[in-house]
């Protein structure tokens, strides 16, 4: 008894498993890689002047240089001056 619930636990449930399986893995196998080329770009903004205690932000809601293409920013560097 326990044998024929085995066959039938192989043939319902594991074999349509294993088949979505090897299609993911055919679909994923024949997809094409992703074509992202590095670029730099340099935006140059400043000088700020910011008081003690204070918070420019109009700076931060428009106005300034941006790239053309959604991007991330992987550096930033700021000279701070007292």
Not at 34 to 62: C, D, I
Request: charged fraction near 25%; proline fraction near 6%.
């Amino acid at each position: 008894m326990a044998k024929q619930a085995t066959n039938v636990y192989i043939r319902e449930v594991l074999r349509p498993l294993l088949a979505v399986v090897a299609v993911l893995v055919l679909a994923a196998a024949a997809a094409p890689a992703a074509s992202a080329a590095e670029r730099t770009e340099s935006f140059r903004v400043g000088p700020v002047t910011v008081g003690g205690y204070e918070v420019k932000q109009e700076q931060a809601l428009g106005g300034l240089p941006k790239p053309d293409k959604d991007a991330f920013i992987t550096r930033m560097k700021v000279d701070v001056v007292d």
